[in-house]
């Protein structure tokens, strides 16, 4: 189930300090480094001057994403 947190408490579960938004020169995506050595994805169109949440599937950290907040996600799709 995805969740999403606060950067606050990101950084306190990821053990991180600070986090930087980065392009990599080889592909042109944008990603996230944390200064605990852990690398973390971006939402492609990041407004830097809207709020920020990560959002995380369940408690798996290696899936976290650096993304907009958002006031409602609906479904597209159901199965």
């Given amino acids: 189930m995805l969740r999403s947190m606060s950067v606050a ?6 053990g991180a300090a600070k986090f930087d938004f ?15 050595g852990m690398n973390y994805k971006a939402e492609a169109a990041i407004d830097y001057k809207k709020p920020i949440v ?6 798996d950290m290696d899936t976290a994403c650096f993304i907009n ?11």
């Fill in 69 to 79: 907040e958002r006031t409602a996600v609906k479904p597209v799709h159901t199965l």
């Fill in 22 to 36: 980065l392009i990599n020169p080889k592909t042109d995506k944008l990603f996230v480094s944390g200064d605990n």
């Fill in 54 to 59: 990560v959002l995380i599937d369940g408690d």
């Fill in 9 to 14: 408490n990101f950084k306190q579960l990821s």
